[in-house]
């Protein structure tokens, strides 16, 4: 079994990060990765090599779904509602501001026809070739304990200084999930990372790489605890996000 989580940019002038992890059913550890993947094309190809004809379970955060023309998803309000105290809201996604053809829809709709199933519902520990979309800010929130979501975007008023200690706060807990339930270890891929001194662009791609990370281990942990271990705000007629949570809760 496989587990892709994949950073998608909205747009396609833009690069995502993508990274695929294997299973050996104990850990999950990555076997490839890029940080600055180009167009649609560029993106099937690294999900398809990086899988080949295995089971696999693909994290994509970005809006899958979005029948609405103006406005906001069910699903956003819906999420937003739920972490606003957490600063972990949804961005609204419609279609006036993706445009007419949403980079995401294009991407299931390839994907399947590789066959991969485009379902919200994950069977646990299942053999599967499917697609979902998740959005990692609650779900570091809900898996790191978190009070409020780590401040390492790139924004106008946020010093460089303030995204590589936040970047490295995230570094550490990428690294943490070694030791969790499922455990993901990613030594080879975090620690050839130096967050501080990097800017613009390099870094850019670091942010993109650790939520491609992070989304990847939210495949796994989606498939390793099926519904017990997710949150489903929306459906898949108006969109949906699914938010990883501790089963125990």
């Given amino acids: 079994m496989r587990f892709v989580g994949v950073d998608l940019a909205w747009s396609p002038r833009n690069t995502s990060g993508a990274v695929v992890l294997d299973w050996d059913g104990t850990t999950g550890r990555p076997r490839v990765w890029e940080s600055a ?132 706060r995230l570094k550490g807990l990428l690294a943490s999930l070694a030791r969790g339930e499922p455990a993901m270890e990613a030594d080879r891929l975090l620690n050839g990372i130096t967050v501080r001194g990097l800017r613009g662009r390099e870094l850019k791609r670091v942010e993109d790489l650790f939520d491609a990370l992070f989304c990847a281990h939210i495949a796994l942990h989606l498939w390793y605890w099926g519904e017990t271990g997710y949150r489903c705000f929306g459906d898949l007629n108006t969109g949906y996000i699914l938010v990883p949570i501790q089963p125990a809760t």
């Avoid at 406005?71 to 445009?99: F, H, K, M, V, W």
């Avoid at 390839?110 to 519902?121: C, I, N, Q, S, V």
């Avoid at 978190?146 to 490295?168: C, F, G, N």
């Fill in 37 to 168: 993947l180009g167009g649609d094309a560029e993106v099937l190809s690294f999900i398809a090599q990086g899988v080949g004809e295995e089971s696999a379970l693909v994290a994509i955060d970005a809006p899958l779904v979005v029948p609405n023309e103006g406005g906001t998803r069910p699903c956003d309000r819906a999420l937003s509602q739920r972490y606003r105290q957490g600063e972990a809201g949804a961005y609204p996604a419609n279609r006036a501001r993706l445009g007419p053809e949403v980079r995401g829809e294009i991407l299931v709709t390839r994907l399947g026809g590789l066959g991969f199933a485009h379902t919200p519902k994950v069977r646990r520990q299942a053999s599967t070739r499917q697609v979902v979309e998740v959005y990692p800010h609650p779900g570091m929130v809900e898996l790191f304990g978190l009070e409020k979501t780590l401040k390492y975007k790139a924004r106008r008023d946020r010093p460089s200084a303030v995204q590589w200690e936040e970047l490295e």
